[in-house]
């Protein structure tokens, strides 16, 4: 297991593979999800799928701010953060499979993505109820004197419940080490922000609990990776929540389901010209960081990996029936 302290790198030549490497890591999530809502479409998927794409920024951006052994729980958009924790494409897309060898050993599904080696805590389906358990997470790691920190992630719709309400006082009375990261993508399911929230700027709720708070576009990999540097650097040294709003957008429906008809073509059309991926790729070659040939090249590996994933999910097993009443209870062999 890996435990890298995630320092920000010292050279131009470490800085620029630092770079790099969050763009191959947007280009899987890109990728993987791609390929899943194909499979999808065939029927090789079972349940519910909501696909992070537009999103990847928040993910890779954050990730590449903090620590291997921080700690990671999210809601049911989940497959980018388990790709970004470093958890296979393989184990994911069998995951999607409900296959035995998936990371939750398929009887998890999209929305239950697990990885305990990388401190991946879920993948939760109820609006905001893993909130409270991420706090939990950094409650554990300050009650344990580790100077790890807590990275909980949730959507714009989520504020509204009250597990939110109370995970965040409880947070903020007793200087957790928490980054909130609401992840505002516009809409819950159908609903716009601007229907549901008397407040439009969502951060601004953490001032109701004597938490400090930011907002940061969420669509810019550089911002995030900038924001989330600063503010858990001071979250590790003095212990302490914050509330990071992040600005982005999905591009698909909210799940595979859904044909999205409240919002306008024109609308998606206009967001996906900030598309991460593209707005980060045409910076590093402006900066002569990546050519079009190694963006390309980067493109295509992660495309071939995530084809070769629905190979491996094809031909897995599926979880034996005995396994059937597993894992719902903890059990002693299960600490
Ligand atoms: C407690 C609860 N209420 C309702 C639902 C149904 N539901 C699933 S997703 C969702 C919208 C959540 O939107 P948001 O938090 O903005 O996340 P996003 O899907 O945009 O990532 C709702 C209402 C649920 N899963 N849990
Ligand atoms: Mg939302």
Known sequence: MSTRAESPPSTPTQAAEAELKILRSMLEMRAFEERAAQQYQMGK??????????????????FAAVRDDDYVITAYRDHAHALGRGTSMNACMAELFGKATGCSKGLGGSM???????????????????????????????YRGEDRVALCYFGDGAIHQGAY???????????????????NNGYAMGTAVH????????????????????????????????????????????????????RTY???????????????KQE???KKEQDPITTFRDQLISEGLLSDEQFTQAQKAARQEAAESVTFADQSPDPPLSELHDYTYARPEHE
């Open 45 to 62: 998927i079972g349940g519910f799928c909501h696909l992070y794409i537009g999103q990847e920024a928040v993910v890779a951006g954050s």
């Open 112 to 142: 239950h993505f697990f990885d305990k080696e990388r401190f991946m805590f879920g993948g939760h389906a109820i609006v905001a109820a893993h909130i409270p358990l991420g706090i939990g997470l950094a409650f554990a790691a300050k």
């Open 165 to 183: 309400h109370e995970a965040f006082n409880l947070a903020s009375l007793w200087q957790l080490p928490v980054l909130f990261i609401c992840e």
């Open 195 to 246: 229907r549901s929230t008397a407040l439009e700027e969502l951060h601004h709720r953490g001032r109701g609990y004597d938490m400090s708070h930011s907002a940061v576009d969420g669509m810019d990999v550089r911002a995030v990776r900038d924001q989330v540097r600063n503010v858990v650097e001071d979250i590790r040294a003095n212990s302490h929540p914050h509330f990071l709003e992040a």
């Open 250 to 264: 999905r591009y698909r429906g909210h799940s595979m389901s859904d044909p999205a008809t409240y919002r306008t």
């Open 268 to 270: 998606v059309d206009t």
